[in-house]
Structure formats: C-alpha cells, structure tokens
C-alpha cells in the first residue's frame, strides 16, 4: 500500500539529488539510499548518498560564499528570509504532506509544523536588522567601548527526523540572518523535506554557495566528522540525541568549534491539586501526544497530587481513548496511558519518546520538585496551579530551560529558552542565551 501524495508542485519532490553551490546535484560515488514511508513500509524514493568528499565540496561552496554573503545589508538577509517564508506558507499543503509521507506524523500534525518551521524565518526576517552591538563605559576616564557583531563563519548544521522542516529552519534563519553560510545535513530517515526546502530557497533568490543541503544515510559518521573536523567550518548546530552531541562535541575538539546543542528531554509535567482540571488535561494531551509523543519536549513524567490523581487519570484516559488512529497496522502503536508509576521505573528516568503517558502519584510541592528535578536533562518542564504564590516559586525550583504554566504548548520561535542541557544547569544560563545570537561569533572590540 502507498500513501504517494498528489502534490500540486511535484518539483518540490527532489529524487536522487542533493543541493550543492545553487546547483542540484548527484552524490559524486553515484550512489543512493532509500527513503521509507513508516506508516506502510513502501519505497518513497531515493536520495544521494554524499561522503566525505561531497560535504568538503560543499563546504567549500560555503566558504567561497561567505564573504561576499556577510557583507549583504542585514535589511537584504531580511528580505530573503521574508520571501523563504511566504513560499514555504505558499506551498504548505504539499510540505505538510511531504512531512507526513516520510516522516509519519498525522496531517494535522504536519501542517502545524509547516507553519511553525516557516515561523522561524519570519521571526529571523525580524531580527536580522537587530544584530547589534554595545556601547560600554570603560575604566579610563573619556574612553568608551564600542562592541560589534559578526556572522562566525561557515555553520555545519545537523537536525534529526522528527520536525523534517522546522529543525532546519530553526537553524538556517538565525545562520542566514546573521549573514553565516551554511552546510545542512538532511536527517536520513526524513530527507525529502529539506530538500523541498532548499527548492524554495533557490526559489527566493538565496546567492548560490549560501545553503547547501547534503543527504546520507551510511555514510552519516562521516559527513558528520567531515563537519566537526573541517577547520572552515566554525560553528557546528546539531539537535537531536545526547549521545550523538556528546560524540560531535569530542569530535569538534580539534577545532575549536562554536556549538549549540538542543538535545534529548525528559519533561516533567506536573498537576497540583488547585488546579483547573479542564486546562490541565488538555495540557497533558498536547504535551504528551504532540507529533505522537516524538517530540523533544514531550511530557515524559506525569506527577500529578494525590486529590485530584483518581480524576485527573480518569479524564485523561478517556480523552486518549478519544483518539481516532487513520490507520491501525504492525508500524503503529496505540496511545496509552499507564497509571501507578514509580521513579524506579524506566520510563521515570529515560526519555520515552512516543505515546505512552506514564502517571506518578504525589504529595508535597517539595516530594514532586526533588522527583521532578532528578532527571539527568533539564529542557523542559510543565505544571498546573492557580496557586500565583506556587507559580513563581516552582517555576524557578525546576531545573529546567523552560517552563510551561498551565499550558502544555510552549513552542516558539520567540522563546530563547530552546538552547538545551545535556547535564542539568540552573535557568538564568539558559535564559541568558538568546537564540538569535546563535550564529553571531562573540562581541570583538572594533
Ligand atoms: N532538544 C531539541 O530541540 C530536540 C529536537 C528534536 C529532537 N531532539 C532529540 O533528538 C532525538 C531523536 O532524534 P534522532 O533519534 O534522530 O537523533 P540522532 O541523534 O540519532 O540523530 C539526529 C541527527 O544526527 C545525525 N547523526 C546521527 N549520528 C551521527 C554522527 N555520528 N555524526 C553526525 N550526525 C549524526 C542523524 O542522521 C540525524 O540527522 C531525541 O532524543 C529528541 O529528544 C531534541
Ligand atoms: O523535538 C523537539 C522540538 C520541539 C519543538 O520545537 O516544539
């Protein structure tokens, strides 16, 4: 059985061929990789499988583009960033399904990452004219320090399979906005999206050089260690696992990359007893069952008091019970909602990553904090109360870069707080950092 979309722009449909220097080009061994629907298993198409020596031509194109590119007006990256954007909302329809074909997730789930990935452009084609510096009083009477902001260089980027859009654009918005040029690694699983993408740039008129979206599967070790060790490459962005970001940080060692790693979550999702039950139970369905519970910022813990745990389990469950499946088959797996949980267990400690709900019991404010804050991640996290008092206080208590209030939708092109810990670090570090200073290389002195 296929699910082969009708596309309206079948040319966003890229097959055998991966972006290099504004051209669409073949891997240069000849070889490919197939890409499989994972609702039914079918062949979707094949994509180039680049090496070692295609990500060097690419970086190269990268590097032969960057000084011309860093010199483009800021209002110029803003524009192109715009027009990125409205051809992404153009085409949204045969992104989303593009999205759902290889990636798997429901339509509605697909369509509101179109809107979301697009979002990032638009939020960078607003910041790009923003990138400045400082003026700072400095320790010599009439003397003044004056900062400045410059793009870093060339970005390796590397995004995984579960947002084929909106990891990339959350990357290339800020790179292109900084005046950066970049190399993407398209996820293996789900390469067709970016490849529609980098369609859509060439599209907008992106000077060619600027993106370049490689493709592997096999060969990912070593595209990702052509990227790490390249010394034109300065700063590596990578968003996917904490065991994959701890070997890319190894690797980047040698050369001293600039990093921004968003890596794996184990959100604690946490309803009180004063809580409005209605907003807390739609929370945790939109938290938990988001993108099937493959989302980074899922709720993976769900701690909720003791007065209210019989109710809140029962609407809950009813509600997933709700949930209607398009298709039922060997590659699906039902939502499930498991009640009576303890911390020894493995879904207490480790990042679950697909929709199974998992409910703890609690007493205290105290008891579910410490439960809360025993992750060995600290990315995201979630609580219900009406308590003004308990808000402020439990907010600042988690040990995590950010913190959903009686909601369970956090994302946002907005938020800084989308910079992740591999090792549980205290909030102000997280909040200190800006996204759109992602690809800036540090204040230099003019
Ligand atoms: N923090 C975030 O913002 C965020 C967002 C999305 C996903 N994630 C995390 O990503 C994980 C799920 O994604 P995944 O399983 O695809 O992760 P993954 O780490 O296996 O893969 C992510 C990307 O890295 C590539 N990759 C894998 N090994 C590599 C290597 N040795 N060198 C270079 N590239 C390599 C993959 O091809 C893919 O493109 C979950 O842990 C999830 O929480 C985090
Ligand atoms: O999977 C992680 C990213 C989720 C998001 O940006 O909302």
Known sequence: MSNAPQLK?????????????????????????????PATGSLIGTCPEMSRADTTA??????????????????????????WYTLMMDHASDLAALITWENGKPTADAAGEVAYAASFFEWFAEEAPRGDGDTISATVAGNRIFTIKEPVGVCGLITPWNFPAAMITRKIGPAIAAGCTLVAKSPGETPFTGLA?????HRAGIPKGVVNVVTAMQNTVEVGETLTSSPEVRKVSFTGSTGVGKLLMKQSADTLKKLSFELGGNAPFIVFDDADMDVAVNGAVASKFRSSGQTCICANRIYVQKGVYEEFAKRFAEKV??????????????????????????????ETFGPVAGLFPFETEKEVVDMANTADVGLAGYFFSKDLQRVYRVAEALEVGMVGVNTGLISDPAAPG???????LHKESFLSCQVVELMLSSEAPM
Do not use: C
């Not at 061929?17 to 240069?28: D, F, P, R």
């Not at 993408?197 to 740039?201: N, S």
């Open 321 to 350: 019970k709700s949930f209607k499946m398009e298709q039922m088959g060997a590659n699906f797996f039902e939502p499930t909602v498991i009640t009576g949980m303890n911390m020894q267990m493995q879904l207490a400690s480790e």
């Open 418 to 424: 989308m910079v992740k810990a591999l090792i549980k």
């Open 9 to 37: 722009d079948p040319s966003l449909f890229k097959k055998d061929v991966a972006y290099i220097n504004g051209e669409w080009i073949k891997a240069q061994s000849g070889k490919t990789f197939e890409v499989h629907d």
């Open 197 to 201: 993408l980098a369609e859509l740039a």
């Open 58 to 83: 690419a970086i190269a194109a990268a590097t032969a583009a960057f000084p011309t590119f860093r010199t483009t007006t800021p209002r110029q990256r803003a524009r192109w960033l715009h027009k």
